[in-house]
């Protein structure tokens, strides 16, 4: 059984027209769109800005109302589920954002911004062992213990990266959505990113959707590549064959966009 | 709720820089700002002084609703040093008993303003919808209002007593800061953070009291300190149309108000009190501005 199962999920936002701000229309940001992810496997989502693939990743973690469609983790339907009986499940599905400057809250300590959700799942935890959790969790993505007392501002973009990973990895959750994080990044910071997601997953088995607008960086780190234009889904295959054979027109666009030495 | 681990600093370390830290330092670099601080600092201690005096009974060293009518309007001298006024009463000991209750206006319509604009605000920026509609049709309807005259037709209906007329300033005054406040709201409730701490699981009120209003803080704060004078010059305006704090008790207003029939001979009533006013009124807009300036958020 898959761990993360979406089947013809619909997330559609009302266009408001007139004085009287009526609802005229619908822009349909994600449209009947349809994977699996199975357990401690990529699945790569591309597409141009705006075609919907963040919409598709807030949306599995309700941060979105959706219009209809199914989301199912492990066996469970979550889309129904009120925030209050979706708290436990939010411990096993995580996220890492896009902007490495806007992610992190200003006025928290590098400690408090990891400990947070330490907080929130497991309230019972001590103080020490919360501490001790995340000087740990800093060291697993590469940065010191002791830098657990300083602010956000003092950290380049790749080291906030790293933080906002430790963030995740705080509750040992099963899933992530890598929401573009590497497309703020210096090239050379990129590669040492995915380098760190791809060991978090060998070493602990969990599963990503890792949104990208680059197939270069995707094809890197996924098994499976959905490839999404305009809400839709327009070709699903596994990593080698939409880089070497890619069927749909738009693929191929995006291709021929990578850039290449040589 | 703070993580802080117990080992040692490396002797190297320096201390965190915090974003308040930061927001002192820049502060504390401009002089002006400087300067307005010390004159607030400046009339606090006069005003708080001159209450506590009050309020114990203890005489001042001039009763300043002592009449002589054998030494009215006297200039500045050495024996009343700011002159007398048409009762021969000392106009200095009766600016240091009004400062009492102008920088009381101040802070507690203040107080009154900022306490319902924060709710208001935050209610109508985190939630939207149809409560935001609601909440700011109601903030543009008293924004309609000349509100000068709503207070004064309040206080001529409610009667002149001072807690009456803060709690009306504070009552009419507190729409700009609710507006603010929901503009901050509307900003960051769309900031990643926030969504971060959404997707981790925390709670609505979480979000707003420890993501959101701390870092709306310095905007907030800012509108609290500029609406301090709003609030004095509205009661130093109501006192000179003999509608604020009743006599014999003096305010800044009101000795201004009680000197205008002799401004020709005595300018002394006029110039010292409205000085004062002018000054308080002018840090308190100056030291707000340069927080204002202090907690601006560099670009990366």
Redesign the interface.
């Known amino acids: 059984m898959p761990l993360l199962e979406v089947e013809n999920l619909c997330t559609w936002f009302p266009v408001l027209g007139g004085v009287m701000r009526r609802k005229v229309g619908d822009i349909r940001a994600v449209d009947s769109v349809s994977f699996t992810i199975e357990a401690g496997k990529t699945v790569g989502l591309v597409g141009e800005s705006g075609s919907g693939k963040t919409t598709v990743g ?1 949306t599995i ?1 309700k ?1 979105i109302p959706p219009t209809s469609g199914r989301v199912k983790f492990d066996g469970r339907e979550i889309l129904p589920l009120s925030e209050r009986e ?2 436990p499940l ?2 096993e599905m ?2 890492i ?3 490495p ?7 928290f ?1 590098i ?2 911004i ?4 330490l ?3 497991f309230p019972k935890m001590s ?2 062992d ?2 001790a959790r ?2 740990e969790l800093l060291k697993l993505v590469g940065l010191q ?2 830098m ?4 956000p ?2 950290f380049s973009g790749g080291q906030r990266q790293r933080i ?1 990973i430790a ?1 995740a990895l705080a ?1 040992e959750p099963r899933f992530i959505v890598c929401d573009e994080p590497v497309s703020a990044l210096d090239v050379s910071v990129q590669a040492q990113i995915v380098n760190l997601l791809q060991d978090i997953q060998e070493q602990f088995g969990i599963a990503y959707l890792f949104i990208a607008h680059d197939l270069a960086v995707v094809e890197h780190i996924s098994d499976h590549v959905l490839v999404m234009h305009h809400g839709k889904i327009v070709e699903s295959a596994s990593a080698e064959e939409i880089y070497h054979d890619p069927k749909n027109d738009y693929t191929k666009t995006l291709l021929a966009a990578v850039p290449s030495i040589g | 709720m703070t993580a802080t681990a117990d080992a040692p600093l490396p002797a190297n370390t320096r201390l965190p820089d915090s974003p308040l830290r930061r927001v002192a330092s820049r502060f504390f670099s401009s002089r002006l700002a400087v300067v307005s601080l010390g004159f607030i600092a400046f009339f606090f201690t006069v005003a708080i002084t001159a209450g506590v005096l009050q309020l114990l009974g203890l005489p001042m060293p001039m009763d300043p609703n002592a009449t002589n009518l054998a030494a009215k309007l006297q200039p500045p001298s050495a024996a009343h040093w700011l002159g007398t006024d048409n009762l021969g009463r000392d106009v200095l000991s009766r600016m240091v008993a009004g400062s009492t209750i102008s920088l009381t206006v101040g802070f507690v319509a203040m107080a009154v303003s900022l306490g319902i604009g924060i709710v208001v605000g935050a209610i109508s920026g985190y939630f939207g919808g149809w409560i935001d509609n609601v909440l700011m049709r109601i903030v543009d309807a008293l924004l309609c209002f000349p509100s000068f005259f709503l207070i004064l037709s309040a206080i001529a209906i409610l009667g002149p007593n001072i807690w009456i007329i803060i709690a009306v300033i504070g009552l009419v005054s507190w729409t700009g800061t609710a507006r603010l406040v929901r503009a901050e709201f509307l900003t960051l409730r769309e900031s990643e953070y926030v969504r971060a701490a959404r997707a981790m699981g925390q709670s609505g009120w979480k979000v707003i009291f420890r993501h959101i209003l701390p870092n709306a803080a310095a905007p907030i704060f800012v509108t609290a300190i500029v609406s301090i004078p709003d609030a004095i010059l509205v009661e130093s305006g109501l006192s000179f149309l003999s509608f604020g704090v009743p006599p014999p008790q003096a305010t800044w207003g009101n000795i201004i108000a009680d000197g205008k029939t002799y401004i020709l001979d005595a300018w002394w009533l006029i110039v010292f009190p409205g000085l004062a006013i002018f000054s308080a009124s002018l840090a308190f807009y100056i030291a707000g501005d340069a927080l204002r300036r202090a907690a601006e958020t560099r670009p990366q």
Not at chain 1, 114 to 117: G, I, L, P, T
């Open positions: 807030r973690l941060l979706f708290r939010r411990r995580q996220m954002f896009q902007d400057f806007g992610s992190l809250n200003p006025r300590t400690g408090e990891v400990s947070e959700a907080e929130i799942h103080r020490s919360r501490t995340v000087a213990a002791d657990m007392r300083r602010y501002h003092e906002g963030r509750v």
